[in-house]
């Protein structure tokens, strides 16, 4: 079926009888010649008003119209919805809110750019009235209704913009960014992208192109969340600013590429960390947010028992030895040892480390970047470290046998030594440094301790409810009783957590230190099974016991915990012990 011709702004013109075919003809030679709209020249000819035109635009868009010199149409108004700033930035009025719609009313129903940042920028899908230019103004200063929009509270808006770079900043950052400059539309969109995902606590921001748009993501508290679908006619342009503000080659599509973004937002100095990747409907691109402060929360914030708290800071005292922390990525590991980095970081000790990436500074701490394509490789960097006589160590990461020999050998040495692992629990990381090819005894005498973990979402702490109706399925997947579980909390949803009922993550541990019994089932080569039970032997208490106590506690459910850690022996489909 045809598509039906929207009507021209000049035949509706002569339609309505209000400008002379003639006329119209005339304005738009003049429009050709000179670049402007048909409308604009009729203006400048005195050939009709500016209301005449936003009339027949209205018209020819399929948009209400307005006079707000009439007082039932001024009177729809509503300034509570809109900061003034924001009404006067891009001339609009909002009239009301309902279903997560707004309506407003424009002047220029062509400038798709200026709508498309508005959408992003005020939270909600756009309904559009139009009225004249002037008159839109001439509501804004405040002269229609005998009183200025400033007296006016309220606001859509999510976030306040950072207008200006803070001199007192650290001078490697490059700028601060905003929204409200005279930059392009698509700078202003992606600007209010990374604006939006730092200050609504998100950890990444996800661009994904599709078939039909760009998707925009945020990773809040571990879960992503669908924030804005944008037209796929600017995918171009969004994906080359975002590979322009990292550094990396805005011609090469064709392979994964990493960069970094320094900004600073709202008066705090951020670093991105971006990786593009070419997929099928083009480059996905995601910013992973490095918030200065983010590991400097402190061991006590971590969420580690007064029991596992004690061990961790007696193991972290220690003059040497070998001090793991294992878990998946993105449970919290670096942030664990940072905090213990944090902690221990004085002038009489010398704190060395090597990481791929360095990815947070610390002042008096010697940090080194893995650069393997000019052959500074972890190896490397710790050979070098050893003539650097340092007290504590860290590596990002245990990799392979090489790496670990060298991290024992610097732990049997006198050095205390802290790095990373992936297993799933505490247990693992024995074996797993045997199965790479570790001497056992090596392992048994240089280990001091392994801390496993998991992030699990915080319940709101201003609307978490008791939860009567959780199911008893899940409780006896975290091994809770009937008598307990009037004492397990729920989500109930506010807007200081928008409206998920969580917020904020903390950890789920469990600690294995080192004791005569376990270093021998290390020597004799055991199976994680042994291993396991001599640890609870030893007072280790796994992640689903540390688990069950943040719920008896009302901090977190037993749906999050069950996602990291389950009773042994149970099936939840027969929902029997097997």
């Not at 939006?196 to 748009?213: C, K, L, N, W």
Request: net charge positive; hydrophobic share 40%; glycine share 8%.
């Amino acid at each position: 079926m045809a598509r039906k011709l929207r009507q021209k702004l000049g035949e509706i013109l002569v339609q309505e009888r209000i400008v002379p075919e003639a006329k119209v003809a005339e304005a738009l030679q003049t429009a050709k010649s000179s670049g402007k709209r048909i409308g604009e020249v009729l203006i400048e000819m005195g050939a009709c008003t500016e209301e005449d035109v936003a009339r027949a635009l209205g018209a020819q868009f399929g948009m209400p119209f307005l006079n707000l010199e009439r007082a039932e149409d001024s009177a729809k108004i509503d300034m509570s919805l809109i900061k003034e700033a924001d009404a006067k930035k891009y001339l609009v009025l909002p009239m009301s809110k309902a279903g997560g719609r707004l309506k407003i009313v424009i002047h220029d129903p062509m400038d798709l750019d200026t709508l498309e940042v508005l959408r992003f920028k005020l939270g909600a899908e756009l309904d559009t009235a139009i009225a004249s230019r002037r008159q839109i103004s001439y509501y804004l200063d405040g002269d229609k209704k005998g009183a200025s929009v400033a007296q006016k509270t309220g606001s859509l808006l999510t976030d306040s913009i950072d207008k200006s770079m803070d001199k007192s900043m650290d001078k490697s950052v490059d700028k601060s960014i905003d929204v409200e400059g005279d930059d392009a539309p698509m700078v202003r969109l992606v600007n209010r992208i990374i604006i939006e995902g730092v200050t609504g606590r998100a950890s990444d921001i996800h661009v994904e192109p599709m078939h039909d748009g760009v998707v925009v993501r945020y990773r809040i508290d571990g879960v992503c969340v669908v924030r804005d679908k944008l037209p796929k006619r600017n995918q171009a342009a969004i994906l080359a600013r975002f590979k322009l503000m990292a550094g990396v080659n805005m011609a090469e599509k064709r392979i994964p590429q990493d960069g970094r973004i320094k900004l600073v937002v709202e008066g705090t100095a951020i670093d991105f960390r971006v990786s593009t990747c070419p997929a099928y409907h083009g480059e996905s691109v995601v910013l992973r947010i490095l918030r200065p402060d983010s590991v400097r929360i402190g061991l006590v914030n971590l969420g580690l028992e007064q029991d596992t708290l004690d061990t961790f800071n007696k193991v972290i005292r220690r003059p040497n030895g070998i001090f793991l922390v294992t878990g998946p990525t993105g449970s919290g590991k670096t942030t664990t040892l940072y905090s213990a980095l944090d902690t221990l970081n004085r002038p009489d000790r010398k704190i060395i480390t090597a990481e791929d990436p360095v990815e947070y500074n610390f002042k008096g701490i010697n940090q080194v970047q893995v650069r393997e394509h000019i052959g500074l490789t972890f190896p490397i960097i710790l050979k070098s470290m050893l003539r650097q006589a340092p007290n504590i160590i860290l590596v990002g990461e245990i990799r392979d046998r090489e790496v670990a020999d060298i991290a024992i050998a610097a732990a049997l040495t006198g050095h205390l030594v802290f790095s990373t692992l992936h297993t799933n629990d505490a247990p693992s990381a024995i074996t797993r440094l045997i199965d790479m090819g570790v001497k056992p005894f090596l392992v048994a005498s240089s280990i001091q301790a392994v801390l496993a973990q998991r992030l699990v979402r915080i319940l709101c702490p201003k609307c978490r409810k008791p939860d009567p109706d959780v199911d008893p399925k899940l409780l006896r997947l975290v091994n809770i009783s009937e008598m307990d579980c009037d004492k397990v909390m729920g989500p109930k949803g506010c807007p200081d957590c928008g409206g998920v009922g969580y917020r904020g993550r903390r950890g789920i541990y469990e600690m294995m230190t080192m004791n005569s019994e376990i270093r021998h089932l290390a020597f004799e080569r055991s199976g994680i099974a042994k291993l396991r039970a001599a640890a609870v032997r030893n007072g280790m208490r796994g992640l689903l016991g540390d688990g069950r106590l943040k719920i008896l506690k009302g901090m977190t459910t037993p749906d999050e915990i069950a996602k990291f850690a389950q009773i042994e022996g149970f099936d939840p489909a027969t929902e029997m012990a097997v």
